[in-house]
């Protein structure tokens, strides 16, 4: 496959017209890779977001940058992943259109799935189409259908592409050691444009040596958080997975907030009501609560270090606010990642690179005022965070290339509701909103969320809402994967309780399935509405 040419491919699909970027220096990647300039992408100009100038680079959506330090060819692959993923599910309305108007007759239920796999590459439901001679087919049953077997058919892309970087992964994971970090457990809001965080945005590989979930408002679970250190801890005292209890390395606790640039009073984070300070003192006060709670039950050396990233979902450009010497972070220290990028656009690789070391040094050491600290990070924290900022230099080119700098979708645009313990698999923007929870009542406020957000989204125009129940089981232990579906199963029949009346008249369908633990097991449905 040439991934650099499927870069370009959707780089002209995603512009009306296109204005061809200047022949300059090429984009060149850390590893010394690059990739030709390709084509702008000019935003919808009935949107907010083409009333503001791009804070990164100026002469978006007309022509892009070119950054020294983005990765090009990554660029390229994610690109093709996009293509496909968000390519099955937006073919699933115009292929239901045209089965809807077939006739009624004997050859329907072949014509239809001659229809269907041409257009979507699976079949439907036998039963659904051999019944609509009656009163025509069930056309939100077969939409559910639709885009429960779009996810699994992305999920496998995902794990096809996971498998291909296995080198990337280890490298990942003994970048993070060479920081001092045995763990890293990070906690994005549920948002469905946080939904690429760790893939796209951060360009972080899926690892078993990081965890993500999500939360509406990154109103991570103290409790269950402080439970998974524990684990982490018992398992390197116990084996010295991935070091040993004496190493000195630490655990890091992320938190990420977002915010829209184009629209913040508006398109912000809805668990506080687009208020951007609201979401970033909620999320510091739960880092600190985190750290605290280790801190007393187990004494000052238990070492943890916390990080706060906040992301522009218009441009996925992000801020990180560095932590001083005695790792505490602050509201107003942090690194705005758009005016880096347009900061470093002109210098060399090399120079790059300093000019980004010592912008995470400076924050600490200016004078006392806002935000000041009290020392400088420690040197694993800050490579970290150069790092993280390196990595998003290549996102912000990529919504440059692809979208003209700001998303056309700057609000909410999510394929499925996505509960339970989550596809980590499937890491794409507005691919689905993610509500993390055992039992309906402890996540009831995250679920109401999802719920509202999709009767604008589906419900409203006569579509279905998708829910996705989803759980991990440990095959190593007898008895879980029964005890996973039968918790799916439990879910499913709440969610149908409190939801009763979209259920009755055909706007809510569950699916149910179950994964083994180790990322990239099959998916096993064991249940479906449809």
Same mark, same amino acid.
């Given at each position: 496959?040439?991934?650099?040419?499927?870069?370009?491919?959707?780089?002209?699909?995603?512009?009306? @017209?296109r204005a061809s970027a200047p022949t300059g220096r090429h984009a060149?990647?850390?590893?010394?890779?690059?990739?030709?300039?390709?084509?702008?992408?000019?935003?919808?100009?009935?949107?907010?977001?083409?009333?503001?100038?791009?804070?990164?680079?100026?002469?978006?959506?007309?022509?892009?940058?070119?950054?020294?330090?983005?990765?090009?060819?990554?660029?390229?692959?994610?690109?093709?992943?996009?293509?496909?993923?968000?390519?099955?599910?937006?073919?699933? !309305?115009?292929?239901?259109?045209?089965?809807?108007?077939?006739?009624?007759?004997? #050859?329907?239920?072949?014509?239809?799935?001659?229809?269907?796999?041409?257009?979507?590459?699976?079949?439907?439901? #036998?039963?659904?189409?051999?019944?609509?001679?009656?009163?025509?087919?069930?056309?939100?049953?077969?939409?559910?259908?639709?885009?429960? &077997?779009?996810?699994?058919?992305?999920?496998?892309?995902?794990?096809?592409?996971?498998?291909?970087?296995? !080198?990337?992964?280890?490298?990942?994971?003994?970048?993070?050691?060479?920081?001092?970090?045995?763990?890293?457990?990070?906690?994005?809001?549920?948002?469905?444009?946080?939904?690429?965080?760790?893939?796209?945005?951060?360009?972080?590989?899926?690892?078993?040596?990081?965890?993500?979930?999500?939360?509406?408002?990154?109103?991570?679970?103290?409790?269950?958080?402080?439970?998974?250190?524990?684990?982490?801890?018992?398992?390197?005292?116990? !084996?010295?997975?991935?070091?040993?209890?004496?190493?000195?390395?630490?655990?890091?606790?992320?938190?990420?907030?977002?915010?829209?640039?184009?629209?913040?009073?508006?398109?912000?984070?809805? &668990?506080?009501?687009?208020?951007?300070?609201?979401?970033?003192?909620?999320?510091?006060?739960?880092?600190?609560?985190?750290?605290?709670?280790?801190?007393?039950?187990?004494?000052?050396?238990?070492?943890?270090?916390?990080?706060?990233?906040?992301?522009?979902?218009?441009?996925?450009?992000?801020?990180?606010?560095?932590?001083?010497?005695?790792?505490?972070?602050?509201?107003?220290?942090?690194?705005?990642?758009?005016?880096?990028?347009? !900061?470093?656009?002109?210098?060399?690789?090399?120079?790059?690179?300093?000019?980004?070391?010592?912008?995470?040094?400076?924050?600490n050491v200016k004078s006392p005022g806002w935000g000041s600290g009290?020392?400088?990070?420690?040197?694993?924290?800050?490579?970290?965070?150069?790092?993280?900022?390196?990595?998003?230099?290549?996102?912000?080119?990529?919504?440059?290339?692809?979208?003209?700098?700001?998303?056309?979708?700057?609000?909410?645009?999510?394929?499925?509701?996505?509960?339970?313990?989550?596809?980590?698999?499937?890491?794409?923007?507005?691919?689905?909103?993610?509500?993390?929870?055992?039992?309906? #009542?402890?996540?009831?406020?995250?679920?109401?969320?999802?719920?509202?957000?999709?009767?604008?989204?589906?419900?409203?125009?006569?579509?279905?809402?998708?829910?996705?129940?989803?759980?991990?089981?440990?095959?190593? =232990?007898?008895? @879980?994967?029964?005890?996973s579906i039968a918790k799916a199963e439990r879910v499913r029949d &709440?969610?149908?309780?409190?939801?009763?009346?979209? =259920?009755?008249?055909?706007?809510?369908?569950?699916?149910?399935?179950?994964?083994?633990?180790?990322?990239?097991?099959?998916? #096993?449905?064991?249940?479906?509405?449809?």
């Open positions: 496959m040439n991934t650099r040419n499927a870069y370009k491919i959707r780089a002209r699909k995603a512009a009306a @017209s060149t990647a850390p590893v010394g890779l690059g990739i030709s300039p390709s084509a702008a992408a000019t935003p919808d100009t009935d949107t907010p977001a083409a009333l503001f100038p791009h804070p990164a680079c100026s002469t978006l959506p007309s022509q892009s940058c070119r950054h020294p330090l983005t990765d090009g060819n990554a660029n390229a692959r994610l690109a093709h992943c996009e293509e496909f993923v968000k390519g099955k599910f937006d073919a699933i !309305e115009p292929t239901l259109k045209t089965i809807a108007g077939l006739p009624y007759t004997n #050859e329907f239920a072949e014509r239809a799935q001659q229809v269907a796999r041409q257009a979507l590459e699976f079949d439907l439901p #036998e039963q659904l189409l051999n019944d609509a001679w009656v009163v025509g087919p069930d056309m939100k049953a077969l939409y559910a259908h639709c885009a429960f &077997a779009a996810l699994k058919a992305s999920a496998a892309k995902f794990v096809d592409d996971l498998n291909r970087q296995v !080198e990337t992964v280890q490298d990942t994971r003994n970048f993070f050691l060479d920081c001092g970090f045995h763990a890293v457990d990070i906690s994005p809001c549920a948002d469905g444009r946080l939904k690429g965080l760790t893939r796209y945005i951060l360009r972080l590989p899926l690892s078993s040596f990081t965890r993500r979930k999500a939360y509406a408002g990154a109103l991570f679970d103290v409790e269950t958080d402080v439970h998974h250190w524990e684990e982490t801890e018992l398992r390197r005292f116990r !084996e010295g997975v991935p070091t040993t209890a004496d190493a000195g390395t630490r655990y890091l606790k992320i938190a990420v907030y977002h915010t829209s640039s184009s629209a913040p009073s508006e398109q912000g984070c809805a &668990a506080h009501g687009s208020n951007e300070n609201k979401a970033i003192q909620a999320a510091m006060e739960r880092l600190t609560q985190f750290r605290e709670a280790i801190e007393n039950a187990f004494c000052c050396g238990a070492s943890t270090d916390i990080l706060l990233i906040g992301v522009d979902t218009d441009t996925d450009a992000i801020k990180v606010h560095v932590p001083d010497g005695n790792g505490d972070i602050s509201q107003h220290r942090f690194i705005d990642n758009a005016e880096l990028y347009k !900061e470093t656009l002109a210098l060399s690789e090399d120079q790059a690179r300093i000019k980004i070391y010592d912008t995470i040094i400076s924050p009290q020392g400088e990070p420690h040197e694993g924290m800050r490579r970290l965070i150069a790092n993280l900022l390196i990595n998003n230099m290549s996102q912000i080119e990529y919504v440059g290339d692809l979208y003209g700098g700001r998303y056309p979708d700057i609000g909410h645009a999510e394929r499925y509701i996505s509960v339970g313990d989550g596809f980590e698999e499937v890491q794409m923007r507005n691919v689905a909103y993610y509500a993390h929870l055992h039992t309906l #009542e402890e996540g009831v406020a995250d679920m109401d969320v999802g719920i509202k957000i999709f009767t604008g989204l589906n419900a409203k125009r006569g579509l279905p809402i998708p829910v996705a129940i989803h759980y991990r089981y440990d095959a190593r =232990v007898p008895g @879980s994967r029964e005890r &709440a969610i149908n309780a409190r939801y009763d009346d979209l =259920v009755a008249k055909g706007l809510l369908h569950c699916h149910l399935s179950v994964q083994d633990r180790p990322t990239g097991s099959p998916i #096993e449905t064991v249940g479906e509405d449809a």
